[in-house]
């Protein structure tokens, strides 16, 4: 049949409807956010998909939206950190909840009560004090916590010798920690010796405290993965205390690499190319042989201090008398870089 005109005009219009549709179209999203590479994912809750999506427009809104003032000096103090992508926009997300919160309240609509303990679980090395450090300043400029200071705590500082010792030492600790936040390393450590440890009595005293002290202070465990999954376990009543869990996963080989550079470049020294190729074979040995004890950033930090004092002592053998120049003060050699089995 002849195609006519008023039949070209009924197909250019619904090209132009398909074409609309998929301008119009929402993309899909992924669930996923990738943490400091492509290599290592992790689901941000397994229960709602909505929480991915949260968290990819708590990091979108981190980088496109004018800054704040309050908001400023935090961004700038994370930036320079490696990795940590997933970490960066919930601080955000914490960010856009006070501050939203507070509009809220100026026109007269609940703000809401929320809660702020949180769970850090990650490998030495990966972060987790330094970000403490950071939401203990965020929640005292947004006017949660009075002070935004961070006591840093284990085991030991916590449980006691003998029978009403330990709930003594843990309540002077939150004493202290009150208007700031208490940051307890380990923490899977307080229930390794079962019901009749002490440490249960620091657990209870703790979760006490949180009762007692709400938005007072702040209490964030942190520690291993699978010990901290372990240690919620042991109180049914835990994991609903804290709202907010952090992964903190271990870092790639070529973030190690970047992490020495910068340890290197902010004490004024630089890794010569040699250098960080010997680094890096080093390193991927050293995580295949510690997979379960490797420090991350920390191991990076040990091994450029030690690299330091070998140059030190390399160039006073090479110049008795003299004076090395400007680049050869500032160069770490590949032969300044030795191994200890210790870190």
């Known amino acids: 049949m002849p195609t006519t005109a008023k039949d070209g005009d009924a197909r250019m219009l619904g090209n132009a409807v398909q074409e609309e549709q998929k301008k119009n179209a929402r993309p899909s999203r992924q669930i996923n956010v990738v943490l400091r590479s492509q290599e290592t994912s992790l689901s941000v809750s397994a229960a709602s998909p909505a929480a991915g999506e949260a968290a990819e427009a708590a990091q979108a809104a981190s980088k496109t939206s004018p800054v704040p003032e309050t908001y400023a000096e935090i961004q700038k103090e994370m930036e320079p950190m490696v990795g940590l992508d997933h970490v960066k926009s919930l601080i955000f997300e914490i960010y856009a909840l006070l501050h939203i919160a507070k509009m809220r309240s100026e026109v007269g609509l609940q703000a809401g009560s929320h809660v702020y303990h949180m769970i850090f679980k990650g490998n030495p090395g990966t972060g987790k004090t330094s970000i403490a450090r950071i939401v203990a300043r965020l929640l005292n400029k947004m006017g949660v916590l009075s002070k935004g200071h961070l006591i840093e705590v284990e085991r030991a500082d916590l449980v006691g010798e003998y029978i009403g010792h330990t709930a003594n030492k843990t309540r002077d600790l939150v004493k202290k920690a009150m208007g700031g936040v208490l940051f307890v390393d380990e923490a899977y450590s307080l229930a390794r010796g079962g019901e009749k440890d002490f440490g249960k009595e620091a657990i209870d005293t703790l979760v006490k405290a949180m009762e007692d002290h709400k938005n007072q202070f702040v209490l964030i465990l942190a520690g291993y993965p699978l010990e901290i999954d372990d240690f919620l376990m042991t109180n049914p009543g835990l994991p609903s205390r804290f709202p907010i869990q952090i992964d903190f996963p271990d870092y790639t080989v070529d973030q190690l690499i970047q992490i020495?550079?910068?340890?290197?470049?902010?004490?004024?020294?630089?890794?010569?190319?040699?250098?960080?190729?010997?680094?890096?074979?080093?390193?991927?040995?050293?995580?295949?042989?510690?997979?379960?004890?490797?420090?991350?950033?920390?191991?990076?930090?040990?091994?450029?201090?030690?690299?330091?004092?070998?140059?030190?002592?390399?160039?006073?053998?090479?110049?008795?008398?003299?004076?090395?120049?400007?680049?050869?003060?500032?160069?770490?050699?590949?032969?300044?870089?030795k191994w200890d089995k210790s870190n």
Do not use: C, T, W
């Open 260 to 337: 020495s550079e910068l340890m290197a470049k902010e004490r004024d020294y630089s890794l010569l190319p040699q250098a960080v190729f010997k680094l890096r074979q080093h390193l991927v040995e050293e995580r295949a042989s510690s997979l379960f004890s490797f420090s991350n950033a920390r191991y990076v930090r040990n091994v450029i201090e030690r690299a330091i004092r070998y140059q030190a002592v390399r160039l006073l053998g090479q110049y008795p008398g003299g004076v090395p120049g400007r680049q050869e003060l500032m160069s770490i050699r590949p032969e300044d870089l």
